[in-house]
């Protein structure tokens, strides 16, 4: 049975203790800095007008976002496939969910604000790896800010090595996508891939 109606879900689910709701921050405090500091990898999760969601990841560096200020965030956006689903969704509707991966730390930071997308000028000079600039780049204005438990991640046993599945055990992206689509050579998308991963990363 579907639940539609949002106090039926308090009947399968108790209240939250206070400090569920204490630890929310409307601001990045020196904790919420730091983290985003180690961090190479976030997941941007945005919607268009019409509601349509998308999750996104990005990755670069430890210290890749850069903290302009306590509510202040910029996410270089790096060369990807071009199809620009997120920039599309902000445009409609600009508005971020990212939760940001540490390697290591079972515990997640996750932050939530409204964005608008720079392009050009100082800002992005700034966010150069390699003296290339992205072409563009999120500003997040933070609006809630919160360390989030680790229990996802200690059940998923995400950064234990054991856990890890040898490569070989699914295809290559080449061959998936030569599989939904028609007349698609995996080989030529695998090296294509390859190429790109060595000498188009930024």
Wanted: hydrophobic share 40%; with cysteine.
């Amino acid at each position: 049975m579907a639940t539609k109606i949002a106090g039926e879900l308090r009947t399968i689910y108790c209240e939250p203790n206070e400090r569920a709701a204490l630890k929310v921050l409307d601001h990045l405090d020196a904790h919420c800095r730091n983290f985003i500091a180690l961090s190479p990898f976030l997941v941007l999760s945005s919607s268009s007008a019409q509601g349509r969601t998308d999750a996104s990841p990005r990755g670069d560096p430890p210290g890749f976002v850069a903290v302009l200020d306590d509510y202040t965030l910029l996410i270089p956006d790096r060369p990807g496939n071009n199809q620009i689903d997120s920039l599309s969704n902000l445009v409609e509707h600009p508005y971020v969910g990212l939760l940001f991966f540490v390697p290591g730390m079972n515990e997640t930071l996750r932050v939530k604000g409204r964005a608008e997308i720079v392009t050009g000028g100082e800002l992005l000079a700034g966010l150069s790896v390699g003296g290339k600039p992205p072409l563009s780049a999120l500003r997040v204005t933070v609006e809630e800010a919160f360390l989030h438990c680790g229990r996802s991640l200690i059940r998923s046993r995400l950064w234990d090595p054991e856990t890890r599945i040898n490569r070989s055990s699914f295809p290559s992206y080449g061959q998936v996508l030569a599989d939904q689509i028609a007349g698609a050579d995996a080989g030529q998308i695998d090296a294509a891939e390859d190429e790109a991963n060595r000498t188009r990363l930024y």
